[in-house]
């Protein structure tokens, strides 16, 4: 599972939200944001739903270095980009997983500009 625990990938990949932040040149950590994850096979997957000109994806890309908190799951994590030969899979999970908001809602985290920010979260320490 990437470096996860079972326990972790599963609270993490079923939460309803994730807060994320990134690292700064600094060290200092970015404010926080809220996001969807996703799981899919043995990896999770978050995605700007504003495209790359979004600041906390932005962020992410400086260190490619960060920190979440979902489902009960407080980690230090890093940033690598996802193979985009699977956006029609991880679009696919972000659907069923968020299924039950109306679809211009599910739909505006699967645009070329949300695919475009796809990565996965990989436990750091």
Known sequence: ?????????????????????SRRRDGSLSSSRTIWVVPYGDELYVRSVNGPTAAWFRGTQVRHEGHIQAGGVDRDVAFAEADHVMDDQIDAAYRTKYHRYPKNITDSVTTSGARATTMRLLPRG
């Open 1 to 21: 599972m990437s470096g996860w625990t079972e326990d972790d990938f599963t609270r993490v990949g079923a939460a309803e939200e994730l807060q994320i932040t």
